[in-house]
Structures are given as C-alpha cells and as structure tokens.
C-alpha cells in the first residue's frame, strides 16, 4: 500500500493561491487530487499520468489550477490560483499503480491508495 501524505492547505481570500503538495512513499503510475465539499460528494479535480504527463481537469477548474509532479521525490502538486468559495473542500490525493487511460482517471473508484486530506476554505 502507497502512504500519501497532502499538505498546503489552508483558508485564504477569494483570488489567492495555494499549491498542495501530496508526497508519495513509493512510485506510482497515475495520481489525481479529489476533493469533497461539506455535504457533497467527492468529485474529480485533476489526475496525471507519471511517465507520460498527460493530465487531466474538471471543467470547473481548468485554466486556474495545475497539477504537476516531480519525479526525483515521488511528490504530487496541485497549483491552485484564482480561488473562489465554491473550490472550498478537503482536498485528497489519489494514486494507482495502473496505467490508467485518460479518459478514466476520472473515475475515483480505480485508485488503490488515498491520503488524509488537507482542508481549503476561501472566504471573504
């Protein structure tokens, strides 16, 4: 089993930034951050394939956020600008040791390995 550990987050202004940060005990192959909002399901936010890079994002969040990774540490980043109420959540990272295919890694229910979660709270 993956051990992931999230952090980064914290409460800010509507307009501010945050990177998340997900570090991974060992290699995987596609990782992905979700998040739940109280009272609502846990929704896709954006997911990368490791080797190839290709990524992936919710239309609610493309053009302001940007996952990334750096191999070398085995670390999933999630560069969040442009913050709004509505990306107020707990923010999870996900990972697999499958080569997902793209137009899947939407689907929460194909990764093995989850973290905690770091809060998200933007706020006026």
């Known amino acids: 089993q993956v051990q992931l550990a999230e952090s980064g987050g914290g409460s800010v202004q509507p307009g501010a930034s945050l990177r998340l940060s997900c570090a991974a005990s060992?290699?995987?192959?596609?990782m992905a951050w979700f998040r739940q909002a109280p009272g609502k399901e846990r929704e896709f936010v954006a997911a990368i394939r490791w080797n190839s890079g290709t990524t992936s994002y919710a239309d609610s969040v493309k053009g302001r956020f940007t996952i990334s990774k750096d191999s070398a540490k085995n670390t999933l980043y999630l560069q969040m600008n442009n913050l709004k109420p509505d990306d107020t959540a707990v923010y999870y990272c996900?990972?697999?040791?499958?080569?997902?295919?793209?137009?899947?890694?939407?689907?929460?229910?194909?990764?093995?390995?989850w973290g905690q979660g770091t809060p998200v709270t933007v706020s006026s």
């Open positions: 060992e290699r995987t192959y596609t």
């Open positions: 996900a990972a697999t040791k499958r080569h997902l295919i793209i137009t899947t890694v939407q689907d929460h229910d194909r990764y093995n390995d």
